[in-house]
């Protein structure tokens, strides 16, 4: 037991920061509390990581993000989507501004997306995770993943168009 909460103490930076970058800027005020309860619960579930499907910081990584999330989704206010429709599209001029109408756009079709495409979608513009990397999150084969992103993007590109 010892041993797993020196294992766990030694990420807690890494919990700060995932829960930083895990929630939306109005709930940044929760990512400390957050980052403990994601160090207390990996403290408890520590039995259930397996070295076979992932290294450590990908299993903390999840757990953390997962824990923001579902503390996002219960308070009902998922504005965690930084982007403009513009940046969906592979030849977009990344530095324009974001305008309001366009985030709202966003955040709607959005909430009309499956989980898995919602995700991918997150951990692409959101955390600038790479195929392999989100492969390893999800325990999905990387080519697999970037089949589901391509597609996750048309669906939200499609479902922004017709909402704009």
């Not at 895990?22 to 957050?34: G, N, Q, V």
């Not at 969906?88 to 530095?95: I, T």
């Not at 600038?128 to 084969?141: H, R, V």
Request: charged residues 30%; proline residues 2%.
């Amino acid at each position: 037991m010892k041993t797993n909460i020196l294992l766990v103490s030694e990420q807690v930076p890494y919990f700060k920061s995932v829960a930083l970058r895990s929630l939306p800027s109005r709930y940044i005020h929760l990512a400390e509390d957050l980052a403990q309860d994601a160090i207390m619960k990996s403290i408890e579930k520590i039995h259930l990581y397996d070295a076979s499907k992932g290294n450590f910081k990908s299993w903390l990584f999840k757990l953390t993000q997962n824990l923001c999330f579902d503390a996002v989704r219960k308070l009902d206010k998922m504005n965690i989507v930084p982007m403009s429709i513009e940046l969906l599209h592979d030849k977009a001029d990344h530095s324009k501004e974001i305008h309001h109408a366009e985030l709202k756009v966003i955040r709607r079709a959005m909430k009309h997306l499956n989980d898995r495409d919602r995700q991918l979608i997150l951990y692409k513009f959101v955390f600038n995770l790479s195929g392999k990397e989100m492969a390893q999150l999800l325990e999905i084969p990387e080519a697999q993943i970037n089949t589901y992103f391509k597609r996750a993007k048309m669906r939200l590109v499609e479902l922004c168009e017709k909402a704009a």
